[in-house]
Each structure stands twice: as structure tokens, then as C-alpha cells.
């Protein structure tokens, strides 16, 4: 019998930690961060106090009570003496490591918390996505997927109680074992190997999959970040399938359709199956976001601004076809570049940052006197690629530049002439945080007369993007019926519904089709 528990991704679009336990081991699918949960409690400036270790976490039900599997420099033996009668408590030995779907935080972030010695099972490319997110910006300490700064418990000078501070031994790197292990190139091992933030680093080399006590096989499928998949187990019940997130419409569609066939041959007994856009009827392809993109850049005069979502490497491409074809420059920041150079260590068709005509690399203009070693190297490696902010402001209509909401500090440098064109090529937002941004960014463009395309609107409390600029956004995640076909042709005995805030749209739909749905229950254990 097969057991499985669900600490996250139950009623929540994200923060997926699901605990599979078989008589031959133990994995956790996924170990997300879970935004929704931490939005309840927590916002900018009110945070968990890294100096309290895991106690706001597990006080505050942001992390199950599970003893054994997290950093012992973050939770003492005196802490846990605090939860051993909470609720869901559990001594937990040794896991055998985690099955990790994709490098989105919602998914990977609380690997962050691990115990060190616990393997990340990803393909290559989540695992090179991740150091190089982790390379390239600031990490709180609950978001250090790929290495972390070991924090020692220490009683600071005039206090009377311990914190835990960050120690000064360097950081430490995560074990991962990659599906694709055998196709690495000397080149990518190097920069696997190597610290780009602290002197010392204790690295790990990476190993492979065949050594976990259960057997997996891992389906490359495709979704709104490269590297995706989902994965099979082998358990004493027969084949668990989970889904991680995934879609059929976007550029790797293909990848999703042999994932279906190749589980479907396996006869799963269970199939945990993510269900964010169960209630869209249709969705928008990364073709016609280049359609869209093309007919409102091909027209625009002045300055362009394109905004879509971080390591969305799919729309970055399909924003630099539209730069080719409009004979402007696609200028992207260097962590973008950053994030292209490390992904062509592994998939060679990625554009070279150095050797693209089309692409060029925007200095922020109040940059750092002695910048963090890999924006460093950037800054040498691509120097003939590098734009400052007075380069643009000359030539407006030469540029299309990618920046998002939090970017926008650069406009007061670049001065965008009136009648300028924001693109915006993201989801409408989500929760009332979003909205406020929303309404700074309408702030934003009228301050500076720019026009916006696609932009949601507020109208009536809604937040809707004109019928006539609708297009512009392909969601990583499938729509309703193709969520259902995708079951369907699985055909698992069980299917089992996560990361949805609607999961009954399920057993609404797949009534007579021989498959039994269960609704998981948060912090239970089902028996398969
Ligand atoms: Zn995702």
C-alpha cells in the first residue's frame, strides 16, 4: 500500500509538498513555497525573522512539523521540544529526496529548509535554472534552493537570548541528481561547480537518478519555464504519476502529448494532477502572442517596453523573433543573459547573448561600484552588447526592452517620449497585493504618456483586458478540457487533484469515466 500526504498544493495554486511512502522509501513530491499562505500572515516588510530559525514557520503553519528532514543549523533539538505535541507532528527519518518538477519557488522553494543531505531529483535543466536564479539575485533564507549560507545559533554581544546568524564558513550546495545526468558537457559541470556569490563553497557534483531505492521515470513535458517535467514512481500499489504543472499549447507541446502516451502505457494506479486554469474553456498559443506582439510593435513609433514574466525563456524568444522582424533591439537585463548563457551550457539552440545582432544588454544606471562576480562576467563577456540608459533614450524606436513592474525605477533615466508602448505579456492579477501594483503601473504610464497594449483595466472591481488587445499572454497552465482529456487518455485508477482552488471541477467532469477522483485533505494521508 502506498501512502500519500498532502502538506501543500490542497486548495492552493502552488506550494506543493506531497510525502509518497512505500515499503521501499520515501519521496516528497515537490517542497513549495506556498505564496498563498504566507500572503495571510506576511507581506514586504513583515517577513519570518530568518533569526528565529523555523519557529515563525512552524508556528505559523507555513511548514509541517516534521522532525528529522530539515537544516539542522535552523531548528535545535530545544525548538522541536516545542512541536513534538502539535498537531501533524512527525518524526520523519531519512526521505530518500525530493522529486522536483520544475525551478518555479511555488514548487521548489522550501528545499531551501532541507536538510542538505537530502537529493534533489530535477531534470538538468531546473537544476541549472535554479543556481542560476540563486546566482543572480537576492535569496531570503527560505528561498536558497540550490546552495544556502549555514546559519550558526549564536548569543549576540548585549542580548540575552541566541539568534541564528548567518555563520562565515561559506555556502554549502544541495545534492541533485539529474535525469539527464549522462549529456552534460565538461563546461556545464563547471558551472555547477563553481560559487559565484562567497569565496568558499562547499560544491557538490551532481549524480544521477538510478540510484534512488524507488524506481522514477521522468517526463520532460512542457510549461511557462524550460526544464519541466513530471514524474513516474514505482510503488508496491503499481505506477503514481504527478503531473507537476503543465500545458499542451505552448511551443514544447509535443513533450506534454509523449508524457501522456508513455504514462498512459505505464497503467497508473494513481494520477496526481495539477488543476490551475480548470475553469478556462480555451487558451492562447505562443504563436499568437507573437501574432499579437507583431501587430502592435510593427505599428508602434517611439520606445517599446515589453512585459512578461521572469525565466519565461519561450516568451523572451518569441519576443526577440519580434524584435528581428521589427528591426529593433530586444534589450534584456543582465540577468536574463545570465539565465540564456547558463541554458545554452545544455541546449546549444539557445541564442548566443554575445553573437545575436537582435539582443543587446541594458546597464542599470545606478549600478553597483563592484558588482557581484556573475554580473561581473557578463559585463566583460558581452561589453559590445551592453546599452546604457542614455543609448536608449536617443534612439527610442530602435529598442524593445524587457522590463516588468519592478523595473520601472529606470524610466525617470530614460526619459520614453510621449506616446510610447507598454506591452504587457503577463497574467491580470490575482490578488489585491497585484492589484495595487496594477494601479502603480497605470500610475507609471500616465506620468509618462506612454500607450499600454493588453494592459488590464479596473473596471467595476474587475480587472479585464480590452476584447480588441486580448492575445498577448500564453498561461504555462492547460485549460479545463484539455486537463480532462489529459486524464482521460492517462487513465489512472485514481486520480488525485492538486494545486486547483476548484478541485471538484474534476469529479464534475470525469463522472462515468471509470476513474475515481479523491479530493485531498490537507496534512492527511490517503492509502492507495
Ligand atoms: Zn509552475
Known amino acids: 500500500m502506498v501512502k500519500l500526504t498532502f502538506y501543500g498544493g490542497v486548495r492552493e495554486i502552488g506550494g506543493n509538498k506531497i510525502l509518497l511512502e512505500d515499503d521501499k522509501g520515501k519521496l516528497f513530491l515537490d517542497f513549495g513555497y506556498p505564496y498563498s499562505t504566507y500572503r495571510v500572515f506576511y507581506e514586504e516588510y513583515l517577513k519570518p525573522r530568518p533569526g528565529a530559525g523555523l ?33 501533524h507532528y512527525r518524526r520523519l527519518e531519512s526521505p530518500d529526496g525530493v522529486l522536483l518538477s520544475h525551478a518555479h519557488l511555488d514548487h521548489s522553494g522550501h528545499i531551501s529548509l532541507l536538510r542538505e543531505d537530502i537529493p534533489v531529483y530535477a531534470t538538468a535543466t531546473t537544476a541549472f535554472i535554479a543556481k542560476a536564479v540563486q546566482d543572480s539575485g537576492i535569496s531570503s533564507f527560505d528561498q536558497q534552493v540550490c546552495y544556502f549560507t549555514p546559519r550558526v ?12 546568524v548567518a555563520s562565515s564558513s561559506g555556502d554549502r550546495q544541495r545534492r541533485f541528481c539529474l535525469s539527464d545526468k549522462l549529456q552534460l558537457r565538461e563546461e556545464a559541470e563547471q558551472f555547477w561547480e563553481k560559487a559565484t556569490r562567497q569565496r568558499r563553497f562547499a560544491s557538490q557534483p551532481l549524480d544521477d537518478i538510478s540510484k534512488c531505492s524507488l524506481n522514477l521515470r521522468c517526463f520532460p513535458l ?77 505599428t508602434a513609433r517611439g520606445l517599446v517596453i515589453a512585459d512578461f514574466p ?58 553597483a561600484k563592484s558588482p557581484a562576480t556573475w554580473l561581473r562576467k557578463i559585463y566583460e563577456e558581452c561589453a559590445s552588447k551592453i546599452v546604457l540608459s542614455s543609448d536608449v533614450s536617443a534612439n527610442q524606436g ?26 504587457f505579456s503577463s497574467s491580470e492579477p490575482h490578488n489585491e497585493e497585484q492589484e495595487m501594483d496594477f494601479w502603480r503601473l497605470h500610475h507609471w504610464l500616465e506620468r509618462f504618456q506612454l500607450r499600454s497594449f493588453g494592459l488590464p483595466v479596473e473596471r467595476n472591481g474587475e480587472w ?21 482529456r489529459i486524464a482521460r487518455e492517462i487513465r489512472p485508477e485514481v486520480l488525485i487533484p492538486v494545486h486547483s482552488e476548484r478541485p471538484e471541477y474534476y469529479e464534475d467532469n470525469l463522472k462515468g469515466s471509470g476513474i475515481s477522483i479523491i479530493l485531498p485533505v490537507a496534512n492527511r494521508t490517503l492509502d492507495i
Open 464 to 484: 479585464e483586458i480590452a476584447e480588441e488587445e486580448k492575445g498577448l499572454h500564453a498561461s504555462g497552465h492547460a485549460c479545463g478540457p484539455d486537463l480532462l
Open 398 to 423: 530602435d529598442f524593445i526592452l524587457c522590463f516588468s513592474f519592478w523595473d520601472l525605477n529606470e524610466l525617470p533615466s530614460i526619459r520614453p517620449r510621449a506616446g510610447s508602448l507598454y506591452v
Open 153 to 164: 545559533e549564536e548569543c549576540l554581544q548585549g542580548w540575552k537570548q541566541g539568534a541564528y
Open 222 to 298: 512542457d510549461h511557462s519555464i524550460p526544464g519541466a517535467c513530471a514524474w513516474g514512481i514505482e510503488t508496491g500499489s503499481g505506477w503514481v504519476i504527478y503531473s507537476g504543472d503543465l500545458r499542451l499549447h505552448g511551443r514544447d507541446g509535443k513533450l506534454t502529448e509523449s508524457m501522456i502516451k508513455e504514462a498512459a502505457q505505464l497503467h497508473p494506479r494513481a494520477l496526481i494532477l495539477e488543476g490551475t486554469n480548470v475553469d478556462k474553456t480555451t487558451n492562447v498559443s505562443e504563436r499568437e502572442v507573437y501574432d499579437n506582439a507583431f501587430r502592435a510593435i510593427s
Open 55 to 87: 519557529l515563525d514557520l512552524l508556528v505559523m503553519g507555513l511548514l509541517p512539523p516534521l522532525e528529522g528532514i530539515y537544516r539542522t543549523d535552523l531548528a535545535t533539538e530545544q525548538l522541536w521540544q516545542q512541536f513534538r505535541r502539535a498537531e
Open 310 to 367: 521572469p525565466r519565461d525563456v519561450n516568451r523572451l524568444l518569441t519576443f526577440l523573433q519580434v524584435a528581428r522582424d521589427t528591426k529593433r533591439k530586444l534589450t534584456i537585463l543582465p540577468r536574463d543573459a545570465y539565465l540564456l548563457k547558463t541554458m545554452r551550457l545544455l541546449k546549444p539552440e539557445i541564442p548566443d547573448v554575445t553573437g545575436e545582432d537582435s539582443l543587446v544588454i541594458y546597464q542599470e544606471t545606478t549600478a
